[in-house]
């Protein structure tokens, strides 16, 4: 009984500042809609990026951006009169976090959100998503689904330039996934994309469809990473020629003169 009492104690103590910490995380909340847009430049909003973290997110052909998380609505409301002078139609926005779920991520490090980000050392990780926390950016490795998986890359990633990465919970509500959009045009190096081999086509994932087929191409406005399925046209279909047995042509002897007609008709009597 003693000896039970001792490991919950202790499980409580190792997780304490793990819950402390989802706990704190949870508050940031409060963004401001920027407003929708058909498509987005990074550089369209490299004016607002002094006033906070600028992210975006898909809906439908449709694009949706924000800027910032804060733990309280002053904050931002405060900026609403600048931006909407700017030309924005800014309003107060509530993350859903009463519809996200616990997630597990790898946190690697902490930037100032005014200030410029060193994106390329962040590549190292395959998937990067962010948690802003006021005027601080998390930039956080995942998520995972697979505890053994993230253990693995933890112990790589602190072998890679973060040794002070680690393990942590939070509401998938507060991530937002990191594109060229974000890093302000940023792009991972060709290098770092796994291309199939030749030969080879990517097989669909389990909840993905393969794209129907059609004859005359479909063409869209929206970019692919939104979720629009883009059909391609079908093959053309493929025809193998026959051999064809030539008639001969019988041989004519140019330097040989033509009687005339009379001449044919002596001879042939």
Same mark, same amino acid.
């Given at each position: 009984?003693?000896?039970?009492?001792?490991?919950?104690?202790?499980?409580?103590?190792?997780?304490?500042?793990?819950?402390?910490?989802?706990?704190?995380?949870?508050?940031?909340?409060?963004?401001?809609?920027?407003?929708?847009?058909?498509?987005?430049?990074?550089?369209?909003?490299?004016?607002?990026?002094?006033?906070?973290?600028?992210?975006?997110?898909?809906?439908?052909?449709?694009?949706?951006?924000?800027?910032?998380?804060?733990?309280?609505?002053?904050?931002?409301?405060?900026?609403?009169?600048?931006?909407?002078?700017?030309?924005?139609?800014?309003?107060?926005?509530?993350?859903?976090?009463?519809?996200?779920?616990?997630?597990?991520? *790898?946190?690697?490090?902490?930037?100032?959100?005014?200030?410029?980000?060193?994106?390329?050392?962040?590549?190292?990780?395959?998937?990067?998503?962010?948690? *802003?926390?006021?005027? *601080?950016?998390?930039?956080?490795?995942?998520?995972?689904?697979?505890?053994?998986?993230?253990?693995?890359?933890?112990?790589?990633?602190?072998?890679?330039?973060?040794?002070?990465?680690?393990?942590?919970?939070?509401?998938?509500?507060?991530?937002?996934?990191?594109?060229?959009?974000?890093?302000?045009?940023?792009?991972?190096?060709?290098?770092?994309?796994?291309?199939?081999?030749?030969?080879?086509?990517?097989?669909?994932?389990?909840?993905?469809?393969?794209?129907?087929?059609?004859?005359?191409?479909?063409?869209?406005?929206?970019?692919?990473?939104?979720?629009?399925?883009?059909?391609?046209?079908?093959?053309?279909?493929?025809?193998?020629?026959?051999?064809?047995?030539?008639?001969?042509?019988?041989?004519?002897?140019?330097?040989?003169?033509?009687?005339?007609?009379?001449?044919?008709?002596?001879?042939?009597?």
């Amino acid at each position: 009984m003693r000896k039970t009492a001792v490991l919950f104690v202790a499980l409580w103590l190792y997780a304490l500042p793990l819950l402390s910490q989802a706990v704190a995380d949870a508050e940031y909340v409060h963004t401001i809609h920027l407003g929708t847009f058909p498509e987005v430049m990074p550089r369209d909003f490299d004016q607002v990026r002094s006033l906070g973290f600028v992210y975006s997110q898909p809906v439908g052909r449709m694009v949706d951006v924000f800027l910032g998380g804060w733990d309280n609505e002053e904050a931002p409301r405060q900026l609403l009169p600048t931006l909407r002078n700017m030309g924005y139609s800014a309003s107060l926005r509530k993350l859903p976090v009463e519809q996200g779920r616990p997630v597990r991520v *790898i946190q690697l490090g902490a930037e100032r959100v005014t200030g410029p980000i060193a994106w390329e050392k962040y590549f190292v990780a395959e998937r990067l998503n962010v948690l *802003i926390a006021n005027d *601080i950016v998390k930039v956080l490795a995942g998520p995972y689904d697979d505890e053994t998986k993230l253990r693995a890359d933890l112990a790589e990633l602190k072998k890679k330039g973060f040794p002070q990465a680690f393990a942590k919970t939070v509401n998938s509500a507060l991530l937002h996934a990191v594109t060229s959009f974000e890093t302000g045009g940023v792009k991972r190096p060709a290098f770092d994309i796994q291309l199939p081999k030749a030969g080879e086509r990517p097989a669909a994932s389990a909840n993905e469809a393969e794209p129907q087929t059609y004859d005359q191409p479909a063409t869209y406005d929206q970019p692919a990473a939104s979720g629009a399925v883009v059909p391609k046209s079908a093959a053309p279909a493929t025809y193998e020629s026959q051999p064809t047995d030539l008639v001969p042509v019988p041989e004519v002897r140019s330097n040989v003169k033509r009687s005339s007609a009379r001449h044919l008709q002596e001879t042939l009597k």
